[in-house]
């Protein structure tokens, strides 16, 4: 079962990403690696080409989480009612269940399609057909484009979901909490930090805060929602203070937390801990969606230049 993606849909609670032409395909590699001297960023194309790797460059520790296909660091869409499909191969633990698609592949290890991709020195460039999470086997009729690039210690993102739905199941209107993106890393980051307050981006003190930790098979114990981190980022650190943060500029609020807190593990383990920034938004059968996001890689005060760097290039 997927300790992954928490839903939330207002039915139960209340960039443009310019498009390149690649001159060829790069369709018979398995994994595309940005590297510098500070870090190295892989993404796997057997599965829908989301980021699955990132170390510092000089070391072999992956800190992104890839227990199961729900994890990684993905794409990830919501929209619609749930619904029940357990006729047509919905998993049971997963049903009833919104329209889902994402990046990698179902919750049965069925895995997305990639349609192009390519590397051009600091960039990459992949689109596939994902996959619904709780079918067995069910593309989804949409696809998704992943830019990524690397600068120092950061990662940019580009993403952008493309609907083309034909089915009338799902309904339209219903405003979902859309994960942009979803951020699954190893358990030893369990720190979570961020700015706090009604004074963003005016250098007040940042501090760590209580982590929800998630309970399989508990309802009172899910995702943690977290509505004023204030400056749109999130972080999860190791005891030293240094890990990854999240910087989501269109992002209203967060989802974090843990899974197994009481275990440490590596990239395979099932103990991870998990940042969303989530947007409402209500996707229909044409939607397309674009949003873009940074990761930076290093201690907070390395995490927090750079964010208030990015966020004044955005004013």
């Not at 690649?22 to 595309?32: D, I, M, Q, S, V």
Request: net charge neutral.
């Amino acid at each position: 079962m997927r300790a992954t993606i928490f839903l939330l849909c207002l039915s139960f609670l209340t960039l443009g990403a310019m498009a390149q032409q690649p001159k060829a395909k790069n369709t018979t590699e398995k994994t595309l690696e940005l590297r510098n001297n500070k870090i190295c960023v892989k993404q796997d194309l057997t599965r829908g080409g989301a980021i699955y790797y990132i170390s510092k460059s000089n070391e072999n520790r992956n800190i992104v989480n890839i227990y199961d296909e729900g994890r990684y660091i993905q794409q990830s869409y919501y929209a619609g009612k749930s619904i029940d499909r357990r006729a047509e191969g919905q998993a049971k633990e997963w049903s009833p269940w919104t329209w889902n698609p994402i990046q990698v592949g179902d919750n049965a290890y069925n895995r997305a399609e990639i349609l192009d991709s390519w590397q051009r020195g600091s960039e990459t460039y992949v689109k596939c057909i994902p996959m619904q999470w709780d079918m067995n086997n069910k593309p989804a009729e949409a696809t998704m484009e992943q830019w990524t690039s690397i600068k120092g210690n950061v990662v940019h993102v580009r993403n952008r979901l493309t609907c083309n739905r034909t089915d009338d199941l799902y309904g339209e209107g219903i405003v979902c909490s859309q994960e942009i993106p979803a951020v699954y890393v190893i358990s030893a980051l369990k720190n979570l930090y961020s700015y706090f307050g009604d004074k963003p981006f005016s250098h007040q003190p940042i501090k760590s805060t209580e982590v929800k930790q998630l309970i399989m098979n508990d309802p009172e114990h899910f995702w943690g929602l977290y509505r004023d981190a204030s400056e749109q980022w999130m972080a999860f650190v190791d005891d030293s203070g240094w890990g990854i943060a999240v910087y989501s500029p269109s992002a209203e609020a967060f989802l974090a937390g843990r899974f197994d807190s009481f275990l440490e593990g590596d990239e395979h383990h099932v103990a991870c801990s998990y940042i969303a920034p989530i947007k409402q938004e209500a996707l229909k059968k044409d939607s397309v969606m674009e949003y873009e996001y940074y990761l930076i890689i290093g201690t907070l005060d390395e995490m927090r230049k750079n964010i208030y760097k990015f966020n004044r290039k955005q004013r």
